[in-house]
C-alpha cells in the first residue's frame, strides 16, 4: 500500500493496450473526487483527493472501456492509506 500523510491532492496514473481506448478511475464510493484528468498515448493520469476528513484504506481501480474484439474490460487496484495529518 501507498501510505500519504499531507501528500493531498495525489497524482494517479494508468495504462491500457489490446483494443482499449480509454479508461476511468474509481475510489470504490469512498467519496473522493478525481481531477484534471487526461490522456497521453496510452497512459491516463490524474489527481485523486480523497473525501474531507476521510483517513484509511481505499482502494483506486483503473478500468478500461470495452471496445468491440474479443478482450472483455480490463482492470487494476492500488490500495492507497490516507493519514491524518497532525495539526
Known amino acids: ?3 500519504l500523510a499531507g501528500i493531498l491532492p ?3 496514473n494508468a495504462d491500457f493496450g489490446g483494443s482499449a481506448t480509454s479508461g476511468s ?3 470504490g464510493g469512498a467519496g473522493g473526487s478525481f481531477s ?3 490522456t497521453n498515448g496510452s497512459t491516463v493520469s490524474a489527481t485523486y483527493t480523497p473525501a474531507a476528513s476521510f483517513t484509511g484504506p481505499v482502494t483506486i481501480t483503473f478500468t478500461t472501456n470495452n ?3 474479443p478482450c472483455p474490460a480490463a482492470s487494476s487496484s492500488v490500495i492507497l492509506t490516507v493519514n491524518a495529518v497532525g495539526t
Open 36 to 38: 484534471n484528468a487526461s
Open 10 to 12: 495525489h497524482p494517479v
Open 67 to 69: 471496445p468491440d474484439g
Open 1 to 3: 500500500p501507498v501510505v
Open 25 to 27: 478511475f474509481d475510489d
